[in-house]
């Protein structure tokens, strides 16, 4: 094992240039959702290098979109593929997913960037580029990782299923087809941008919107109609208590340096359309955060009582019920148990390499993580080199030597996981 | 007198049916803002008929737009002109002005509608349509007094001047170009819907815009952000602070059955563009009621005062102030003592019509009269056949008695304030 370890670290330290040029070109290819397929080649290219076992498909069909987990507001996924390469170990080991996104959010104003969003400009031994930190730095450092055991001869247990998948910025569908397709696994690692901290439970999250009714006067005899930005008050007033009353049961130390564990986060009010007039309607719409170890049914429900006890309160709004929809994107959480030998694995990698402990916290976001661990009921530690902030932000960018330094964990992980034959 | 108070009072009466299709015509041409053009002809071929001498003109021009009072966001006056027909007495009377406003907002859902908006459809008693109440159907009532004072060949001695004016939904810049065109006189009439009761002081009113400012941040970790929607409900809830301190300084008795004689009205909210993220910017526009004693500026000063507590008692806001627009219409209030002879000239015509005193109040919104009373230096009062509350709501309706009536106890109260010769 001491040896097998020598010789990846090795390799991976010897390799740090060419990997950069490879996460490079992979940033230079835009795979912005319903353009992924670009990317997607460069790595699959990299897949049939290291011997792989490709699976590539066009995900849809109505298993996947009649899920319960399926969010997707999108039509077309042809052309795009998904992309599974499995490393056959030779049995008798742990199996382990290697997880990665290949979409990667808009740009946002172009003149908000230094340099082309899509550069991979390299400067100070930072990469700059929409994708670098979130997440194609790390599923370089996957790769790597990869491609260290495999070209230093060693041949693993068990199996290692690396995932490059679409959709996971828009609700997770590329990964719910590949645990629908039949991918799970006996643990997973994904390297979404968390610092190189880790992140073995995650904020699941979910959208949502109130309409709350009022009733239409003359501003000037406004005491004649009910105006539904007062009752939207109410709403958002409840809202804040109820969250004060969600995180208050959150003791978990993951959470402890976090403000608000799971929060509820009114995005979006509208309401009314003169302003002489009382409105007769207001919209809110939010994100509602979901706990590690709740449901997203116990946590719509918990939301639907509270608004029956606001509206309970209030003599206009029990005759005028505030309507909720859940919409758009919901990510579910993830949870796995800090003791988990998964954490220990990793941790001890992380170790060996880093020369000291690993900050473990809980994430305030979700990943695919969420279905993984939920829907494949994979255990899931998110851990990855990407620098969290910069992430969707103009100016990405992620620090190389983490790059190479994650793959130099996760390779350690790997060998530990699946076992050496 | 009492020969031609018969005349006028039996003209009406035998031709109450005429007046109704009268007023059926009328609400079938949709004056909405842009549009009044068709609906004006209709009023001018009735002046016509009465032998009135006609001023029709397109308002506009630099007087006009410079003067403090002006108030409109229009661009385009061509093709939709005001209309004033003056009646000449012989000389040596009281000159009187009837006002009535041609343009309708507009009809809203249309959905909301049993009939089609524009129907004019009669129906026991009542006729509906956008702008039978507000205020063709008070229009009507001046236009009937009239032709029943010529109809019945009496001869005034004073001057009446009828008006038919634009603009009066957005700001009144119809009446305000009569009034510099040169039209004043010793008393005005308007018959806006109250329900027949007199307004002799009406709330003024204008717009605002109060932009609220707040740090974006991913909804995730909220906590580093700044909500612009939470800090928009400390606004929401001064202004209610404000809106009770205004009103309770109001002792006058003619506010006594009002329940908030100048009511701040939030009308509109809007913040936010995605669910899961901190809105930046939080947007509230409202009406803010003028009270007939106070000038605008002086209310628009106590806002001002009232935001800056606010502001100060919030560490974010202190140093983000809310920024204020008064933007869109205005309207002034109008001051009529209720001794003025004018008032007691059309109470004695209703107690002969009505067999009652009428209803003396102060009206919760502003009317023209403003402008005719402010800047004209007219006394005016208000009173009209229309049903207040349905006034730009669905399914508007007047009763057409009412009209009938309104019309007889003007043309009662023009007699006796302009003199038969």
């Known amino acids: 094992m001491e040896e097998a370890q020598k010789k990846v670290r090795d390799y991976i330290r010897k390799n740090e240039d060419?990997?950069?040029?490879?996460?490079?070109?992979?940033?230079q290819e835009d795979s912005t959702r319903g353009q992924e397929s670009s990317a997607q080649a460069v790595i699959i290219e990299k897949c049939r290098e290291l011997g792989l076992i490709m699976d590539i498909w066009e995900i849809g069909g109505e298993t996947l979109k009649n899920h319960p987990a399926f969010c997707s507001d999108r039509k077309v996924f042809i052309g795009n593929p998904n992309a599974v390469g499995t490393l056959k170990g030779r049995g008798g080991g742990r199996s382990l997913i290697l997880n990665g996104h290949i979409d990667v959010v808009p740009v946002g104003e172009v003149s908000a960037w230094d340099q082309d969003p899509f550069s991979g400009h390299i400067e100070n031994g930072r990469l700059f580029g929409r994708g670098s930190t979130d997440m194609k730095g790390g599923t370089v450092s996957l790769l790597l990782a990869l491609e260290a055991i495999v070209n230093s001869g060693i041949t693993l247990k068990g199996n290692v299923i690396f995932q490059s998948v679409i959709e996971e910025e828009s609700g997770g569908a590329g990964t719910l087809a590949a645990v629908l397709r039949g991918y799970t696994a006996d643990g997973?690692?994904?390297?979404?941008?968390?610092?190189?901290?880790?992140?073995?439970?995650?904020?699941?999250?979910?959208w949502f919107r109130i309409t709350v009714k009022g009733k239409q006067a003359h501003g000037g005899t406004r005491y004649e109609g009910v105006s539904a930005i007062e009752k939207a008050e109410l709403i958002l007033k409840g809202l804040r208590e109820l969250e004060a009353k969600r995180n208050s049961r959150i003791t978990d130390p993951l959470f402890a340096a976090i403000p608000i564990p799971i929060p509820i986060n009114v995005g979006k009010i509208s309401s009314g359309s003169w302003p002489s007039s009382v409105p007769d309607s207001a919209i809110i719409e939010g994100r509602m955060g979901v706990a590690p170890d709740e449901t997203m049914e116990n946590a719509k429900e918990?939301?639907?009582?509270?608004?029956?006890?606001?509206?309970?309160?209030?003599?206009?709004?029990?005759?005028?019920?505030p309507e909720t929809e859940w919409f758009?994107?919901?990510?579910?959480?993830?949870?796995?148990?800090?003791?988990h030998e998964l954490v220990g694995v990793l941790g001890k990698a992380f170790e060996k390499i880093k020369g000291c402990s690993p900050?473990?916290?809980?994430?305030?976001?979700?990943?695919?993580?969420?279905?993984?661990?939920k829907i494949g009921g994979v255990p899931v530690v998110v851990f990855g080199p990407g620098v969290t902030k910069m992430a969707h932000d103009a100016n990405e960018y992620i620090n190389l030597k983490d790059v190479y330094e994650a793959a130099e964990v996760i390779a350690l992980a790997i060998l530990e996981w699946c076992g050496t034959a």
């Open 18 to 27: 060419r990997a950069a040029c490879y996460l490079q070109r992979l940033v």
């Open 359 to 373: 900050v473990i916290e809980a994430s305030p976001w979700a990943t695919d993580g969420g279905i993984l661990n």
């Open 188 to 206: 997973a690692i994904i390297p979404e941008p968390t610092n190189m901290k880790f992140f073995p439970k995650q904020q699941g999250s979910m």
């Open 328 to 339: 758009g994107a919901s990510w579910l959480p993830g949870n796995l148990e800090i003791d």
């Open 302 to 321: 918990e939301m639907a009582e509270a608004l029956r006890e606001i509206a309970a309160s209030d003599p206009w709004l029990r005759n005028h019920q």
